[in-house]
């Protein structure tokens, strides 16, 4: 089993994972014991999941396996190599894990196939934010990729979005979130409310933006915004002229010596962080969590031009058929039917079903996750590691407050190769 | 594992030469004289496959055109344009590639310098200072320690030392020596260069050390006999016979710092630009073709200070 989930990766990953799964046999010993004779009839059927090691948790492998009986391979790999490696190598994967901006550069390819939704069980109830761009039936922002704009296809081989929705959905949402500044509320020492902060002198040479550049250029053009130097049409497709302003903006701050590092690597970031180099800079949800899981205090600010929002999401290889595509389906109708879910919410994303994961979570979970309100018990992450105590409310607030929030999503530009250029001269400057 | 290869290399036709003599017949004398390029045949093999084809393919590609997708077969000098782009109109004004080459010239400089001062003094210390054969071996292990972990965990170390919370701001503080945290000390150029120096100078201990084993004590005493003195001594006799060594030793750490993106990235907070981390970007976002150009271009000056190296000294010859 150990063998089955964990291939690949680094090493201290596999040994957690081995020993997650290990812990997992012997919590399972009762479910283990009655027969699984749709295990039994026919030979177990392997899924090779190709996606970033965030996403891919030791746990939810074993319960599908216990649940359906569909062995899952996770191929970890950092984002950008998932959509290297859906354009240069697309049989090397039977289930596509990928980020929604991806999807402009992937679906040209044609190595994806459009997902029946009618073979999804939950089609209907998948949240709104993709299917509309609303929450609670407010729109939210769509500057950039938002994934209203690339989830149904025209047709199951069409490399065409359908603004309408069809019955081909590009990606079956896994997580999403909205990101925002992390910062040390115990150095800071004072209320952080707005995106211009990360240049505020007061922070020179303790702020930190994310080297990802198509990522990057997006944080820092919600800072020219909120500085009210410019005001974009659209952040998540910016014209040369943009482009230009928003690096010479970048370049201006990294010379005055705003600017302690760059990350481009999750485990960066907490360093940084925890570290105390820097004290405000770009963040990812669970990077906050890590940092505060090591007792220092670090608080995923909430500021009023809003948030950039991410979705990531399940896509079918073009080439997978038969069993493996029966297997694909079973599996992904398993994610959304709530176990997951519940799983993926715990640790502070959220998940596409959400009425299903909350018949998996604990009315006071749910509370605090979802609805914004003080935790009434201790919070717990899912292996079992304290991470809020009762009484405290989550960074942001509700679902409704956080994912209605957001202003921008992650995106491709169509001045992408000037992009990149234009960040490559930044980091240079 | 170079000088193998220039062994071996030198091996082959020495080895022809004894054979010849002893082949008595027509065809064995063929047999001899095809001996050789067997003999060459597996490791020109392997050179074939996994640097000369992975070569041809990146140089020809880097003259393809690319789309977000795709690349496309072509032959178009954008991509080199494009790595050369403004670098004419910017002048006296430095583009980003020519200032990104600068600024890893610059590292390459000041880390072959201290690699080789301090490379030299070991290796030096090595071969001539510690007398018996099991204290050189017992020394130079301890030499190769750090080796046993891995090169990026060795320079992750370094970042709770220098940083501003680190070991070191911490004794600078608290004994008065310093007022504040000293900033420079991480994410720096000093940060990248002490890593760099840390990393990299056994690369020039080890063939400086071989080179110096192979020097005839015989010379240096005869220097002393001479009435040369200890500086005389090793400028006109263990340096003229160290330089096969210091040159070896030199292309490793110049190659090395010249490609490399993960040290000045980690050590240098990814503040400062490397040519390595360009081409790293631009392979994560598909550009293949601008980054193979980038590639060839990094090559060919690679191959230029390698090729300035070796006319200085006769590598070949000397070992």
């Known amino acids: 089993m150990t063998k089955n ?47 970033t090691a965030v996403n891919q948790s030791a746990d939810i492998a074993r319960k599908a396996k216990e649940d359906i009986g569909v062995t899952i391979e996770y191929i970890p790999v950092e984002t950008d190599e998932v959509a290297k490696r859906v354009i240069t190598q697309p049989n090397s994967f039977d289930l596509l894990d990928s980020e929604y901006f991806s999807l402009p550069k992937l679906l040209p390819s044609g190595n994806l196939q459009g997902m029946d939704a009618g073979k999804i069980k939950y089609a209907g109830q998948i949240a709104t934010v993709f299917t509309k761009g609303e929450v609670e039936g407010k729109k939210i922002g769509d500057q950039g990729t938002a994934p209203k704009k690339v989830f149904y296809l025209e047709g199951q081989f069409s490399k065409k979005f359908s603004a309408e929705p069809t019955e081909w959905i590009t990606l079956i949402p896994t997580t999403y979130n909205a990101d925002t500044l992390g910062i040390r509320p115990d150095l800071i020492k004072r209320p952080i409310e707005s995106w211009a902060e990360l240049v505020n002198p007061e922070f020179k040479g303790k702020a930190a933006i994310l080297n990802i550049p198509s990522i990057g250029i997006m944080d820092a053009a919600m800072v020219v915004e909120a500085l009210g130097k410019y005001k974009y049409p659209d952040k998540g497709n910016m014209t040369k002229e943009e482009i230009d302003l928003t690096t010479d903006f970048l370049k201006e701050a990294k010379k005055a010596g705003q600017f302690r590092a760059f990350w481009s ?18 963040m990812w949800s669970p990077a906050v969590t890590a940092v505060r899981s090591k007792g220092i205090p670090c608080t995923y600010q909430p500021l009023k031009e809003g948030y950039r929002g991410w979705a990531s999401g399940f896509g079918l290889p073009k080439t997978l058929e038969g069993r493996k595509l029966d297997a694909a389906y079973e599996f992904i109708n398993w994610f959304l039917s709530g176990w997951a879910g519940a799983y993926l919410n715990r640790q502070g994303y959220y998940s596409a079903v959400l009425s299903t994961a909350k018949e998996n979570m604990e009315p006071y979970e749910w509370a605090y996750w979802m609805e914004g309100k003080p935790a009434e018990k201790d919070i717990h992450a899912p292996d079992g590691t304290l991470l809020e105590k009762a009484g405290t409310v989550r960074d942001g607030g509700s679902y409704e407050d956080r994912m209605g929030a957001i202003a921008c999503w992650n995106s491709v530009m169509d001045e992408n190769t000037y992009m990149i250029r234009k960040w490559n001269e930044f980091i240079a400057a | 594992m170079l000088r193998d290869a220039a062994l071996s290399a030198e091996a082959i036709p020495g080895e022809t030469a004894r ?82 080459y600068l600024s890893t010239l610059k590292f390459c400089l000041i880390v072959w310098a201290s690699t080789l001062l301090i490379g030299f003094t070991v290796a030096y210390f090595l071969a001539f200072h510690v007398r018996t054969m099991t204290m050189q071996i017992v020394l130079f292990l301890l030499c190769t320690i750090p080796f046993w972990t891995s090169n990026v965990i060795r320079m992750i170390s370094w ?48 063939p400086i050390f071989n080179s110096m084993m192979r020097i005839d004590r015989a010379l240096v005493e005869a220097a002393y006999d001479s009435g040369a003195s200890g500086w005389q001594t090793l400028w006109n006799v263990v340096i003229p016979l160290s330089k096969p060594g210091i040159a070896i030793g030199s292309i490793f750490v110049i190659t090395i710092v010249m490609g490399d ?3 000045i990235g980690v050590m240098g907070g990814q503040q400062i630009a490397s040519i390595g981390k360009i081409i790293n970007v631009q392979v994560n976002y598909l550009q293949f073709p601008i980054a193979a150009a980038n590639a060839v271009v990094l090559l060919v000056l690679v191959l230029l200070i390698i090729w300035a190296l070796t006319r200085m000294i006769d590598i070949r010859k000397e070992l």
């Not at chain 2, 390029?37 to 074939?48: D, E, I, K, S, T």
């Not at chain 2, 055109?65 to 050369?84: C, H, K, M, Q, W």
């Not at chain 2, 760099?196 to 056994?202: D, E």
């Open chain 2, 261 to 263: 993106f993960v040290t």
């Open chain 2, 159 to 206: 970042i709770p030392l220098l940083g501003r919370n680190g070991l070191i701001n911490q004794a600078l503080v608290g004994t008065g020596l310093a007022g504040s945290p000293q900033e420079w000390l991480l994410y720096s150029d000093f940060s990248v260069v002490l890593a760099f120096v840390h990393l990299y100078t056994l690369f020039m201990v080890v």
């Open chain 1, 5 to 51: 989930i964990s291939t690949g990766g680094m090493s201290r990953r596999t040994v957690l994972k081995g020993s997650a799964a290990l812990a997992g046999l012997a919590g399972t010993g009762f479910a283990s014991s009655f027969p699984a004779p749709a295990v039994h009839a026919q030979e177990a059927v392997t899924l090779r999941y190709l996606g």
């Open chain 1, 265 to 282: 690597d999750f485990n960066e970031s907490v360093n940084l962080m925890a570290s105390g180099e820097v004290v405000i800079q770009s």
């Open chain 2, 19 to 100: 054979d010849r003599p002893r082949a008595g017949a027509m065809a064995s004398r063929r047999a001899g004289a095809l001996a050789p390029y067997w003999q060459a045949a597996p490791m020109a093999l392997v050179f074939l496959l996994f640097f000369v084809l992975p070569l041809l393919v990146t140089l020809i590609v880097s003259f393809w055109n690319y789309t977000e997708y795709s690349i496309e077969p072509a032959f178009t000098l954008d991509n080199y344009r494009e790595v050369f782009d403004g670098c004419l109109a910017d002048l006296p004004g430095l583009c980003t590639t020519f200032k990104t």
